[in-house]
Every structure is written in C-alpha cells, then in structure tokens.
C-alpha cells in the first residue's frame, strides 16, 4: 500500500509539473483586438512566451516578424498578411488547453471557423454531458466501456445487499435516502431532456446543411 501511494504521488507531480509548463515549447504573439492581460497571464504561467504590436501596449518584447513565433492569436475573420511557419488560432484554444490540460489540435480554432462549445473540465456525476465532452473523455480513457460493464455487473451482484440494507434502514435515514432517489430520477429527466433537445438541433442542422448542398 505504502508503494502504490508514493507512486500514485509521483505521477501526480509529474503530471503538475508537465501541466505547468505546458506552453513551453509555445511563442505567441497577440493581434491588437485580442484581451492582452488575461491570455498573457495565462500563457506565462503556464510557461509560454508572448508578446504583442508595440503600438497596442508596452512591454513588448518581439513583434510580430519574429521567425520564432509558434501560435499568433487573432480574433477577426481574416489576416491581410500570413507568415507560413506560425498557426493562426483564435484565442478560446488557448483556454480549451488549459481546461483539458494538454495541447489541442489547432484545426478547429482557425480564424473564422465555428468554434466548438467551451467544455468545462469538470463533470458532475449525473449531469448532462454534451457529446463533444463525451468524445474528448473517450480519447483520453479508451477503456470507458469496460469500465461501465464492469460496473454495471458489480450493481447487479450488489442489488440484494442493497435491497437488504434498505430494509434496515432507520426510518429517517430511509426518509433521506427516499429524497435522494427522488433527486436523481428528477436529474435524470432534465439530462434526457437536454439531450432530446441536443439532437434535435443536430438533426436540424442536418437537414439544413443537406438542403444547402442540392
């Protein structure tokens, strides 16, 4: 046991510390509509290097020729001028990394492109989770089906034992317990409601982009 916790510990260092410096190996630079002081915040502590158009702020360190540069952050449709060895990304990829603590492909954050939705890196149990947040959960732990199976089984052979704890309950421990039921059956309707909802716009949007293409 005492083993497993210093390993466990171990890797949880390693990965703060990878987190820490996961724009390490980054040189942005930000166009003058981009909201400077957060996304500097942000990509200094998280190790990046960053610098803008002297004319839109002081405390420029390079501008925007800098052969350098990795990432240039822009927040409009188009760029009059495009330096072929850097990526244009619009600026929510720099938080959609942070949220998901890794660095993401940049094709969905080009400029002008639909974004997709800002995930929040929590998800509570229970709770309607969108299906772009399912497919990122799903690339990271590839065994999330064998784990649901798993699970599932061990509910079934746990159904008595629960059925019997139950019976024992004190009548204001099973009063609470029937309220907490209640919640969840009550959560599971909203959660089936907004992904009723949730494919029913998809299934709109289909149906628009097929008329579109005839």
Request: hydrophobic share 30%; glycine share 6%; with cysteine.
């Amino acid at each position: 046991m005492g083993d497993e916790t210093l390993e466990s510990l171990a890797a949880s260092r390693k990965e703060e510390g990878e987190f820490k410096s996961l724009f390490k190996d980054c040189k942005f630079f930000l166009s003058r509509e981009i909201p400077r002081e957060i996304v500097v915040l942000v990509i200094r502590s998280l190790g990046g290097e960053v610098s803008w158009d002297s004319d839109s702020g002081v405390a420029s360190t390079y501008d925007e020729s800098d052969e350098g540069i990795t990432h240039h952050i822009v927040d409009r449709p188009s760029q009059s001028h495009q330096f072929l060895s850097r990526c244009y990304i619009q600026p929510q990829w720099v938080f959609d990394c942070v949220n998901q603590r890794k660095l993401l492909p940049v094709d969905e954050y080009v400029p002008g492109a639909i974004l997709p939705p800002h995930l929040s890196p929590f998800v509570q149990e229970g709770a309607y989770v969108p299906p772009e947040q399912v497919e990122l959960l799903s690339r990271d732990r590839k065994d999330v089906g064998e784990e649901k199976g798993e699970s599932e089984k061990k509910e079934e052979l746990s159904a008595e034992d629960k059925k019997l704890a139950l019976m024992a309950m004190p009548k204001k421990r099973k009063a609470l317990y029937n309220k907490m039921v209640h919640s969840n059956k009550q959560k599971a309707k909203v959660v089936n409601k907004l992904k009723r909802k949730r494919e029913e716009i998809d299934t709109s949007k289909g149906a628009k982009k097929q008329t579109t293409a005839k």
